[in-house]
């Protein structure tokens, strides 16, 4: 079995002297580095100007990379002069991060690059200097923080007992081929920057035809046949056509295989519905993603003249003569750009096969919005079910579930894994000592009380899906949720448990970049932390790590997750009007609105692009409810009323579902372990706090500590339970 590089790997320090700079030494922020064994912060390093220290013959060359302010952002060892050092008494190990990059045999050393280590500081003052700029090593990517991107064929060996970073180049033809084991580079990062919603069928169908010319083009060019993919995705078939390999391997591993026995359940029940409802076959759904088609004229020119010479023409594929009369054309960039292209009609205008565009994106998260589940809401709307973007899981001994909605950010993963999560002992340990104690409650004790927990404890905690689920009602068992995906599709960064999986399988990660510093530390500085915030993490519950089971179950209660520290409540319980206020503005954790917590839809995306959104959306509803859908389309009637006939159907069903399950606010800004109680206790004791009408912070803390002497710091983590227990693996 492959394993990754150990995080506990020597850090920077662990090899550093005590030792002081003397009066003559360039200008440092504090005049002592670490001893070993200090605790680190960024600033306990010093700062120093590497400028004095360079060769006169490298200051312009290539050894010396600078960021757009004119500043150092990484060097080469040898184009600094090391007797100028030692003549100043400044180690070199007080400069900054060293890089050693080694070759094949893991031994030959190849080239060092240094990182100073007031990038970080300098990273924070002008983000814009650093965002973008090439390495020898890769691009530095500014986003909640300043990161280096690994060039395709850099793996990370890991970390020496000097603090050094040891790099590999392993020249491949896979560009794909992440720094890390069974790790994946994208080509470009980033969502698209554009979504062109096309209101006529005919636009649409023109769309496809030059999306077709062009992979045939790019097949020629490349000599590379175009991908095809197959799968399922809550039992409607989908295709998948394009170039790139990235994601032909993430769609097969995000959704199930078409035959998989527990779609082709769900499908057969979908198939039933539209028979219902019309005799309507269930429609189907083809993506197509281009990458490498060119940006620019000049870009253009240098592709028709490849094409030529691979003996295919360019016009009778139906490729324009410029690339500005292409379709795919921006006018305002006036370039191709990052984009998504869909079709936007009523729902009575669906046809059998719905098809998505995306163009240059290799981000599997543009597959999986625009391009399933998007089309996946259309279709299933058509049938009364609803496509949130929401987690479940089993949160009570009735075995039943409860769904967790939100938009990105606000923890829906943590929600469903947090206790279902096998490694972290302390948290399972310490939802058993609560059911002993509900036991005793019940005046159960001695070896019936064993016996009892023994028998409900394993059907506790469980994660059924993490993302995104179907919503509908069952004849026979009420309102059930549908799994849509097989493989979970999560952030790195605080996925529960995320150590043991990276260092006992192979999870295929995306966008693997090396911490440059983007934590607010530098002990960290070009190391592979996984915490880079546009980082996901393809995970198979066949691993074992959390207890999962996805079939579908009865849901008991809805909970819209929010992370607002302004708000009165941590629980609020709502009814079924209050509740889709809340759904339509659909507020983030950063202060943006995604209506229905849900940027994934093609109205939902309009609506965001037309900038109606939050209360303004409340009200173009309530006009539209009046019979003026004007203010829906943005003045424009005709898209008014095609939205509403869209996000109508949704709210309807919301209206049903929430008047039907009890419908919770939980809102995350408490903190991680009061949250995930705050989620159980209203799954487990709905009764607790009778109507759950508003409860505030210490209410719901006093509760906990008379109840289950639960008691929390100010940052809403446990202090019942010690450092010990926490770090306990049995």
């Not at 580079?185 to 636009?203: H, S, W």
């Not at 077709?212 to 097949?219: C, M, R, S, V």
């Not at 009369?325 to 990052?338: F, N, Q």
Request: overall charge positive; proline content about 5%.
């Amino acid at each position: 079995m492959k394993k990754l590089a150990s995080p506990a790997a020597a850090e920077a320090v662990g090899s550093m002297s005590a030792h002081s700079a003397p009066a003559s030494a360039p200008s440092a922020r504090t005049e002592r580095p670490p001893s070993k064994g200090m605790q680190v912060s960024d600033q306990a390093y010093p700062s120093v100007d590497l400028e004095r220290y360079l060769n006169a013959r490298d200051r312009k060359g290539k050894k010396v990379v600078r960021d757009r302010s004119g500043d150092i952002a990484l060097v080469r060892e040898d184009a600094l002069n090391l007797d100028l050092f030692r003549e100043n008494g400044v180690p070199l190990h007080n400069v900054g991060r060293r890089f050693r990059v080694v070759g094949k045999d893991g031994i030959t050393e190849q080239e060092r690059w240094i990182a100073p280590f007031d990038v970080i500081h300098r990273s924070r003052e002008n983000p814009k200097n650093f965002d973008g700029v090439k390495l020898p090593l890769g691009e530095l990517v500014y986003d909640h923080g300043l990161y280096l991107k690994f060039a395709p064929g850099i793996q990370e060996l890991g970390v020496n007992d000097r603090g050094d970073v040891l790099l590999r180049r392993e020249p491949s033809n896979d560009l794909t081929a992440g720094p890390v084991w069974n790790a994946f580079n994208t080509v470009i990062t980033g969502r698209a920057k554009r979504l062109v919603t096309r209101l006529t069928f005919d636009a649409h169908k023109a769309d496809v035809k030059e999306a077709a010319g062009w992979l045939k083009a790019l097949e020629a060019v490349s000599k590379q046949k175009t991908l095809v993919s197959r799968f399922s995705c809550a039992g409607v078939q989908y295709t998948h056509k394009g170039n790139v390999p990235y994601l032909k391997r993430t769609a097969l591993t995000n959704f199930f295989p078409p035959q998989d026995p527990e779609m082709q359940v769900i499908a057969k029940q979908i198939a039933e519905r539209f028979r219902r409802q019309g005799g309507q076959e269930t429609p189907r759904v083809t993506i197509m993603s281009l990458m490498n088609v060119p940006k620019t004229e000049a870009e253009y020119s240098r592709f028709l003249a490849r094409l030529k010479r691979a003996r295919v023409s360019a016009q009778k594929l139906g490729l324009p003569a410029k690339l500005r009369d292409s379709r795919l054309w921006d006018p305002d960039s006036k370039a191709i750009v990052t984009s998504n292209f869909v079709y936007f009609c009523p729902l009575s205008e669906l046809k059998d096969e719905v098809t998505i565009l995306t163009v240059n994106t290799d981000y599997h998260g543009e597959v999986k919005s625009r391009g399933v589940l998007s089309p996946l809401m259309a279709i299933l709307s058509k049938i009364d079910i609803i496509s949130a973007h929401a987690g479940a899981a089993v949160l009570n001994r009735e075995g039943t579930a409860t769904t967790f909605t939100g938009p990105t950010g606000t923890g829906k993963t943590t929600a469903g894994a947090f206790w279902a999560e096998r490694n972290e002992v302390y948290r399972r340990l310490e939802l058993k000592r609560r059911y002993r104690i509900d036991l005793e409650h019940e005046g159960i004790s001695g070896n019936e009380l064993d016996t009892k927990l023994g028998k409900i404890f394993p059907e506790i905690g469980i994660l059924c899906q993490e993302d995104w689920i179907e919503i509908l009602k069952d004849e026979k068992r009420g309102w059930v949720f549908w799994s849509t995906e097989r493989c979970l599709y999560a952030r790195t960064g605080g996925f529960p448990g995320l150590k043991f999986v990276l260092s006992e399988n192979e999870p295929i990660l995306e966008n693997v970049t090396a911490d440059f510093g983007g934590g607010g530390t530098i002990d960290k500085l070009g190391r592979i932390t996984h915490d880079y915030f546009p980082e996901r993490i393809f995970y198979d519950p066949t691993w074992g790590h959390l207890l999962y089971d996805r079939k579908s179950r009865k849901i008991a209660a809805n909970v819209f997750l929010e992370r607002n520290p302004s708000l009165d409540f941590c629980v609020k319980r709502v009814g079924c009007e209050e509740a889709l206020r809340w759904l339509l503005i659909g507020r983030t954790p950063g202060g943006k609105f995604e209506p229905l917590y849900n940027a994934y839809p093609d109205f939902s995306g309009l609506l965001m692009t037309n900038e109606v959104v939050g209360e303004k959306l409340v009200e173009a509803v309530r006009a539209a409810e009046r019979g003026d859908l004007k203010p829906l389309g943005k003045g424009d009637a005709t898209l008014g009323r095609a939205i509403y006939d869209k996000l109508k159907v949704q709210l309807d069903l919301w209206r049903k579902n929430s008047d039907e399950i009890p419908t919770y606010i939980v809102n995350g800004a408490a903190g991680l372990e009061m949250t995930q109680d705050m989620n159980w206790l209203l799954s487990e004791h709905p009764d607790a706090f009778g109507d759950w009408m508003k409860v505030t912070t210490a209410q719901f803390q006093e509760y906990m500590r008379e109840r289950y002497g639960v008691t929390y710091n100010a940052r809403g983590a446990w202090t019942h339970i010690t450092a010990a227990q926490r770090a306990a693996r049995a």
